[in-house]
């Protein structure tokens, strides 16, 4: 704004001529560029004036603008706090609701559970009605019972009695078996004597059947002679037998002697007294 009426600069005149010396002076300015000059000057006069009241309009318009942005700051830091309150308010009401809301929900949810709890008791209360009318059948049937059970009590007197002479028959049996075991343990004890002397009469009848095994074999072996005298005979001689493959045909089998030097005492004359021992000692135990 300040070069907006400026006339352009004055020309500049040289200090020396084209051609001329060092004493020659520039020419005085004329009239008209005085005039330039004047009219230069006062046209940057007035636009000074004019800059000077644009400037305290300016600044009368800032002093203006400052307040009102003061002004402003102090509504907006009055907007703010109230803003703070109000948010902090809500945050409260918020808060609040949200503790209700919760409490709704945990009494809705013990409403549920009291639901389900009374849902429970009337299935129970059912149970119990159908347990009751059971107990009251069973009841019934122990009362048939004890009136039962009072007929037989009357008839107790003649069980004890029986009682009694059934304990006095079992003490008695029990005196008879003591008399008996005592007579199978002598039995045992003379078994046990048979015993001993039929393990001696076979140890004995073993040695008998092994010395006749014995001659036997002799007798085999010498079978070039040939018996001429009686048995026991000291002086008994042997001729020579012509039929010595027959005797031996003839020769009993030392098993066959073994099968039967046992016959002698009877069939089944060696285990006679022991089947009889054995009955004896089954009895016993009963």
Do not use: C
């Amino acid at each position: 704004m300040a070069g907006r009426h400026r006339n352009p600069p004055p020309p500049s005149f040289p200090r020396g001529g084209g051609g001329g010396g060092r004493g020659h002076h520039p020419p005085p300015p004329s009239l008209h560029h005085h005039r330039l000059l004047e009219e230069r000057l006062g046209a940057e006069i007035e636009e000074a004036h004019v800059l000077l009241g644009q400037n305290q309009r300016l600044a009368a318009t800032h002093v203006a603008l400052v307040q009102e942005v003061s002004a402003v700051r102090h509504e907006l830091g009055r907007t703010a706090r109230g803003l703070a309150a109000a948010q902090e308010e809500g945050d409260l009401r918020l808060r609040e609701v949200y503790e209700r809301s919760m409490k709704m929900e945990a009494e809705l949810r013990a409403v549920d559970e009291m639901r389900a709890e009374l849902a429970q008791v009337r299935l129970d209360i059912q149970k119990l009605g159908a347990a009751r009318q059971e107990l009251m059948g069973q009841v019934q049937g122990f009362t048939q019972d004890l009136a039962r059970s009072a007929v037989d009590l009357q008839q107790v007197a003649a069980l004890k009695a029986e009682i009694q002479e059934i304990r006095h028959e079992t003490q008695h049996l029990r005196s008879g078996i003591e008399v008996e075991k005592k007579g199978y343990a002598e039995s045992y004890e003379q078994g046990q004597e048979m015993q001993k002397k039929l393990i001696s009469v076979a140890s004995e009848v073993e040695k008998l059947r092994a010395e006749a095994e014995k001659r036997s074999r002799v007798a085999v072996s010498g079978g070039n002679q040939v018996y001429v005298g009686g048995y026991g005979n000291p002086k008994a001689t042997y001729a020579a037998n012509p039929y010595n493959a027959g005797y031996n045909i003839n020769q009993p089998h030392p098993q066959a002697n073994t099968a039967d030097s046992g016959s002698q005492y009877g069939p089944g004359s060696t285990h006679a007294p022991w089947s009889a021992y054995d009955m004896q000692r089954a009895t016993g135990r009963r």
